[in-house]
């Protein structure tokens, strides 16, 4: 049977990685590996000093328990010097992520392994896994909204100065914009927090490093999923794995940062990849294939772990709409087969969620304050810098100062249009023109994007899932770019230093200086502005070409070639 073109780009290819010969990729060479050593040295290096910095430059504690701790206490007394040493850990940190890129590219014929790559995430965040929080204070918000549900009461309708006290150690920490504000997390999270309140009690530290020991778990469940589902996809797992895994993004914000994020992707991930564990592979036009063993049943295993990562955070229910239309697909293609996969994981959502809420005791309060994240606006969101441009306009021509009004509008305006994306995109993947898990990433980068209150590291929620399934240059690209970009405009204070705009230029400039020094020592062992060569890939009769693999596309004893 003849498959076009298009059919063959939305195939969903399962385990059917080796696209250059039979064995896979070669491993690097000698010079290929002290290069990669090189890097990774560079970014440990960062590590460090991001480490260092944030005893002075972070988002620590009101009472700064390093104060009392000698030598490390000179850092908490020279802020700027701190930051400083922060900022240049992360520009090491980015470009150690970069130039280890070159070596994870799939259109080279020998890169990094799996387990490099694995070891180099680990060795990049061990110096950040006891360290103050970065990059913004949400993790003391978890701490007092985890205490509100210790103590019996409510955290959707009572904030942490209302339900703790304003003298409250926990509340202390908390940013004034959220003081009096419910919480806007899922009942899962402030369930699992509370359990670890009742083990930190008031103790600041102990309290963010629990919090921080969920993250990793949210991470570890990221490492996990990456590389299975990458294979999954057809995608070179070195590559998903440096994407996402090894993305600054989450080493600075889920990790240093100690965000939930971390936990509900893992759980929508490990989801996903539960759920395509026994999913055959179905080309549009094939006969529909019969049950697989225990198919049905890591179905529902995969929708309940999403619907635990929904718990968490919201955002995650979005990937039960594609995972439903990657089990339509594997039917018959058909509306009624998409209505009831629709059904079937509708009725598996509410349950778990219900089932969620009342064995917590938390209810369905989480609804109601899911407008929470929006009374703070970033600059960094397109819709925050419209407004404050059409305020601006307005004002300018005697109209009025209508900048909030005109904000809340674009943030409607903004949640329709991702809706409305969100929806053709879920067409597009059902109909065979798009890969749900791609639909899925720029589904995501759709609703997190233009949302008024965008942080860098919601783009994970896009990023990551892209990681595992892109399999041409262009998605890598933009991920890429913006992965670098976003990981750099926050400062790891979180503040803008308001009074004190004379501290950050001093900070970046002594910032840049130290890493165009680093970068002197180690450019005889690391090209860093030469492309790294691609060596020619050997085909499997024996020719050579330089061209972006092909990806295998295992169906029954055939195999298609599929590129994205």
Request: charged content about 10%.
């Amino acid at each position: 049977m003849a498959v076009s073109e298009r059919e063959r780009q939305a195939a969903e290819p399962e385990l059917a990685l080796p696209w250059l010969a039979d064995d896979g990729p070669a491993p690097l060479n000698a010079t290929e590996l002290r290069a990669l050593t090189t890097i990774r040295r560079l970014g440990i290096v960062g590590a460090l000093f991001l480490a260092l910095g944030s005893l002075g430059a972070g988002a620590v504690p009101v009472i700064n328990p390093a104060h009392d701790i000698p030598v490390l206490s000179l850092f908490t007394r020279v802020t700027t010097v701190s930051l400083a040493i922060a900022v240049a850990g992360m520009l090491l940190m980015v470009i150690a992520w970069l130039l280890y890129g070159r070596y994870a590219r799939p259109a080279r014929a020998r890169i990094a392994t799996q387990a490099q790559t694995t070891r180099t995430v680990v060795m990049w965040l061990a110096p950040l896994t006891f360290i103050p929080p970065l990059f913004s204070r949400d993790v003391y918000s978890y701490l007092a909204q985890s205490e509100i549900v210790h103590r019996g009461l409510d955290p959707y309708s009572l904030g942490p100065a209302q339900a703790l006290g304003v003298g409250d150690p926990l509340t202390m920490g908390v940013s004034n914009v959220w003081r009096e504000t419910p919480a806007p997390y899922g009942p899962l999270f402030l369930e699992l927090g509370s359990w670890m309140s009742g083990i930190s009690g008031n103790h600041i530290v102990l309290g963010v490093m629990l919090q921080r020991a969920i993250a990793l778990v949210g991470v570890a469940l990221i490492l996990w999923s990456l590389p299975r589902l990458a294979k999954r996809f057809g995608v070179e797992p070195t590559t998903a794995l440096w994407l996402g895994g090894l993305n600054p993004l989450l080493i600075f914000h889920l990790v240093a940062g100690v965000h939930n994020e971390a936990l509900g992707i893992g759980l929508m991930m490990a989801g996903l990849e539960l759920g395509l564990r026994r999913l055959p592979i179905r080309v549009k036009g094939d006969s529909t294939p019969p049950l697989a063993p225990g198919e049905l049943r890591y179905i529902a295993f995969g929708a309940t772990v999403m619907t635990l990562a929904a718990a968490v955070k919201i955002n995650a229910a979005l990937a039960l709409g594609f995972f439903g239309v990657m089990i339509a697909r594997r039917w018959h293609g058909r509306l009624s087969d998409l209505a009831r996969a629709a059904a079937g994981l509708t009725v598996i959502f509410v349950t778990v969620m219900v089932a969620v809420c009342l064995g917590t005791g938390l209810g369905f309060g989480w609804i109601g304050a899911l407008g929470t994240p929006g009374m703070a606006r970033t600059l960094i969101s397109p819709a925050t810098l419209l407004g404050y441009l059409t305020g601006g306009v307005g004002i300018g021509f005697d109209l009025g100062v209508h900048t909030h009004a005109v904000m809340d509008i674009l943030s409607l305006l903004g949640l329709l249009a991702a809706a409305v994306i969100t929806l053709h995109l879920l067409w597009r993947s059902f109909h065979w023109q798009l890969r749900p898990i791609i639909g899925l990433g720029v589904a995501m980068a759709v609703v997190m994007g233009l949302h008024v209150a965008l942080h860098p590291w919601w783009m994970l929620w896009a990023v990551i899932p892209l990681a595992a399934a892109a399999g041409t240059s262009r998605f890598r690209v933009a991920a890429t770019i913006g992965s670098a970009v976003l990981a750099v405009v926050i400062t790891p204070t979180g503040s803008p230093f308001d009074g004190r705009s004379f501290v950050l230029p001093q900070a970046y400039l002594a910032a840049i200086v130290v890493t165009v020094l680093a970068l002197l020592v180690v450019r005889r062992t690391v090209p860093l502005f030469a492309r790294a060569p691609i060596p020619p890939m050997p085909r499997r009769d024996g020719s050579a070409t330089n061209t972006e693999p092909a990806t295998a596309v295992t169906t029954g004893s055939s195999t298609l070639d599929s590129r994205e």
